[in-house]
C-alpha cells in the first residue's frame, strides 16, 4: 500500500493558543492578523506572509524582519523563532510507532506538508523519518496545499517510481483531502481512520 500522510494536524500536533500567544505578545491583535495573516487552524490566509513563507517565495530572514519591523521594541530575531516553533506541540510517540509498523509491513510511506524553512529545520532535529521515503514540503516544492500543483508534483513521482495503487491519503483538512480526491487518491482524516481501514 502506498501511504501518504500530512504532518501538521496529522502526525504532529499543533499549539495554535500558545503560538498565537506569544505572536499576540509581539505584534498585538492587529499586527499579527496584519503582518502573518495567521488563522487558528495553522493554516496563512493566502497571499499572507506566512503563506509566501509556506510557498518559499520569502526567506527566514525576509520571514523574521518583516515581524520584527512591526514588532515591539526589544523583540529579538530568537523570540520570533521560538514563537514560530511554538506552533509544533511535538509528535505522540504511538503515532510514531504506528507509521513505523506501517512501514515495517511493506507500506511505502511519503510525507506532504504545508510546511517551512524553520518548521522543517526544527522537526529533523526532533524526529527520525527514516521510515518515510520520500518527504514532499511546500515551501521546497513553491507551491501549498491545497493547490493544485503540488498534488500533480507529487503524484507524477508516485507514477514514475511504480508506487503500488491507489493511494491512500491522511489530513486533517477537508480541502486538502478534496483535491487529493480530485487525482484519485483514497483520503482519510485520522492516522485511526486509515489503520481502521487497513484491519477491516
Given at each position: 500500500?502506498?501511504?501518504?500522510?500530512?504532518?501538521?494536524?496529522?502526525?504532529?500536533?499543533?499549539?495554535?493558543?500558545?503560538?498565537?500567544?506569544?505572536?499576540?505578545?509581539?505584534?498585538?491583535?492587529?499586527?499579527?492578523?496584519?503582518?502573518?495573516?495567521?488563522?487558528?487552524?495553522?493554516?496563512?490566509?493566502?497571499?499572507?506572509?506566512?503563506?509566501?513563507?509556506?510557498?518559499?517565495?520569502?526567506?527566514?530572514?525576509?520571514?523574521?524582519?518583516?515581524?520584527?519591523?512591526?514588532?515591539?521594541?526589544?523583540?529579538?530575531?530568537?523570540?520570533?523563532?521560538?514563537?514560530?516553533?511554538?506552533?509544533h506541540a511535538g509528535i505522540p510517540a504511538e503515532r510514531m510507532s504506528l507509521i513505523q509498523s506501517w512501514k515495517d509491513k511493506g507500506h511505502r510511506l511519503v510525507m506532504l506538508s504545508n510546511n517551512n524553512a524553520l518548521h522543517?529545520?526544527?522537526?529533523?532535529?526532533?524526529?527520525?523519518?527514516?521510515?518515510?521515503?520520500?518527504?514532499?514540503?511546500?515551501?521546497?516544492?513553491?507551491?501549498?496545499?491545497?493547490?493544485?500543483?503540488?498534488?500533480?508534483?507529487?503524484?507524477?513521482?508516485?507514477?514514475?517510481?511504480?508506487?503500488?495503487?491507489?493511494?491512500?491519503?491522511?489530513?486533517?483538512?477537508?480541502?486538502?483531502?478534496?483535491?487529493?480526491?480530485?487525482?484519485?487518491?483514497?483520503?482519510?482524516?485520522?492516522?485511526?481512520?486509515?489503520?481502521?481501514?487497513?484491519?477491516?
Open positions: 500500500m502506498t501511504i501518504i500522510l500530512d504532518l501538521g494536524g496529522v502526525l504532529m500536533q499543533h499549539n495554535m493558543p500558545e503560538c498565537m500567544a506569544r505572536f499576540r505578545a509581539i505584534l498585538g491583535e492587529e499586527g499579527m492578523a496584519e503582518v502573518l495573516g495567521m488563522k487558528s487552524n495553522a493554516e496563512g490566509v493566502p497571499n499572507s506572509l506566512m503563506d509566501q513563507y509556506e510557498c518559499g517565495s520569502v526567506s527566514t530572514d525576509e520571514f523574521v524582519n518583516a515581524i520584527l519591523s512591526r514588532a515591539k521594541a526589544g523583540t529579538t530575531a530568537q523570540e520570533v523563532k521560538d514563537a514560530w516553533n511554538a506552533m522543517w529545520e526544527d522537526i529533523h532535529l526532533k524526529y527520525d523519518f527514516s521510515m518515510f521515503d520520500y518527504m514532499f514540503s511546500s515551501h521546497l516544492v513553491h507551491c501549498n496545499k491545497p493547490n493544485r500543483g503540488i498534488y500533480e508534483v507529487v503524484h507524477q513521482y508516485l507514477v514514475d517510481n511504480h508506487y503500488e495503487q491507489p493511494y491512500h491519503f491522511v489530513d486533517d483538512l477537508p480541502a486538502n483531502r478534496h483535491m487529493g480526491e480530485a487525482f484519485g487518491w483514497i483520503t482519510y482524516p485520522t492516522l485511526d481512520a486509515l489503520n481502521q481501514t487497513m484491519h477491516e
